[in-house]
T-cell receptor
Framework: NAGVTQTPKFRVLKTGQSMTLLCAQD?????MYWYRQDPGMGLRLIHY???????AKGEVPDGYNVSRLKKQNFLLGLESAAPSQTSVYFC??????????????FGPGTRLTVL | RKEVEQDPGPFNVPEGATVAFNCTYS??????FFWYRQDCRKEPKLLMS???SGNEDGRFTAQLNRASQYISLLIRDSKLSDSATYLC?????????FGTGTRLTVIP
């Protein structure tokens, strides 16, 4: 099993450009999450999904959109990138019969720089 | 006030030392608590869950104090391989918050 994978690993964007980050998991997990990690701020939840076709806002959702068309994939979109979105983005998944209170498995991260 | 607060450290301890970290949380309705470990430039990985009665996993002991709203992690007989950042996680029915992490360096 590959676990949780993220594509791409690194990306540099110019302000105003758009991009999509792809997260895939092969553990048949129901819940998937997108986080950003910034120095001194810790991991902050952007959006999450409790199942195929459903998404919900986390702590810092502004400037991001997500989609969960297939159970194994969770996409994070930036429509118009801003320098404030420079960060390391982590995807995670969990089996979650207990909702958000379950153990999460993380992908290796995507390092995004917006110039 | 932040939902979850941790002392960022760094904690620099010699091999074999015992070290403890605390994490405080603001929401008394929080339901589940975890400690994750994150190595430099890597993803977080679950270290252990924290149960109300306290729990131990080898050299690691986790405690929960609901009355004072904090969780703790105790590491005994520190190893060089314990050097990492330790993140506490506090979750509720519809929310989930990570602490900023406490950095530990174990010195030979």
């Amino acid at each position: 099993n590959a676990g949780v994978t993220q594509t791409p690993k690194f990306r540099v964007l110019k302000t105003g450009q758009s991009m999509t980050l792809l997260c895939a998991q092969d553990m048949n997990h129901e819940y998937m999450y997108w986080y950003r990690q910034d120095p001194g701020m810790g991991l902050r939840l952007i959006h999450y999904s409790v199942g195929e076709g459903t998404t919900a806002k986390g702590e810092v959702p502004d400037g991001y959109n997500v989609s969960r068309l297939k159970k194994q994939n969770f996409l994070l979109g930036l429509e118009s990138a801003a320098p404030s979105q420079t960060s390391v983005y982590f995807c995670a998944s969990s089996y979650s019969p207990r909702g958000l209170t379950d153990t999460q498995y993380f992908g290796p991260g995507t390092r995004l720089t917006v110039l | 006030r932040k939902e979850v607060e941790q002392d960022p450290g760094p904690f620099n301890v010699p091999e074999g030392a015992t070290v403890a970290f605390n994490c405080t949380y603001s929401n008394s309705a929080s339901q589940s608590f975890f400690w994750y470990r994150q190595d430099c430039r890597k993803e977080p990985k679950l270290l252990m869950s924290v149960y109300s009665s306290g729990n131990e996993d080898g050299r690691f002991t986790a405690q929960l104090n609901r009355a004072s709203q904090y969780i703790s992690l105790l590491i005994r007989d520190s190893k060089l391989s314990d050097s990492a950042t330790y993140l506490c996680v506090v979750t509720g029915a519809n929310n989930l918050f990570f602490g900023t992490g406490t950095r530990l360096t174990v010195i030979p």
